[in-house]
């Protein structure tokens, strides 16, 4: 076998440099791969959504009506873009702003009958991309690594204000 085939995908790609056994590298490598998968089992699921457009969707099922600055903190998408988003996603007929209650310039943002329909074809994406990303591990290690993310993540989200 050729020693480049025998090399893990981007072995290496650290090394000879200050970056060479850090940690963050490599996660936000990952990120970036998963995210990319993501964004390409949304399109061939055909649901023509953006993986923005999902997390939007997402946060509007388990948390809104939201207000637009609420969204973009449980997004994390800009709130300049999250605009630009929510104007194509209420063309679609996924989302709607309607103004709040009591305060004409603010807005609530919820999901149409049509955006929460979607949110069940998201939960089996998701399942397929996870599958794709710990295919070769046991229910233990992939318990493991879940409580490591998620304890990094409460770690570094420490400092951030609330989502809500």
Avoid: Y
Wanted: with cysteine.
């Amino acid at each position: 076998m050729n020693r480049q085939q025998d090399r893990k995908p981007c072995e290496g790609l650290w090394q000879r440099s200050d970056l060479e056994g850090k940690l963050g590298p490599p996660l936000l490598f990952l990120g970036r791969l998963v995210g990319r998968r993501l964004e390409r089992a949304l399109v061939e699921e055909g649901l023509g959504l953006t993986p923005a457009q999902a997390r939007i969707l997402l946060a509007l099922h388990f948390h809104g009506p939201l207000n637009q600055q609420s969204l973009a903190l449980h997004t994390d998408v800009d709130p300049s873009t999250l605009v630009s988003t929510l104007d194509v996603m209420e063309r679609d007929g996924t989302a709607v702003r309607d103004k709040k209650p009591g305060d004409r310039r603010a807005h609530l943002v919820s999901l149409t009958e049509r955006g929460e329909s979607q949110v069940p074809r998201l939960f089996q994406l998701w399942d397929t991309v996870e599958e794709d990303l710990t295919r070769s591990m046991g229910a233990a290690e992939r318990k493991a690594l879940l409580g490591m993310v998620q304890e990094l993540i409460g770690r570094l989200h420490a400092g951030d204000p609330p989502c809500g």
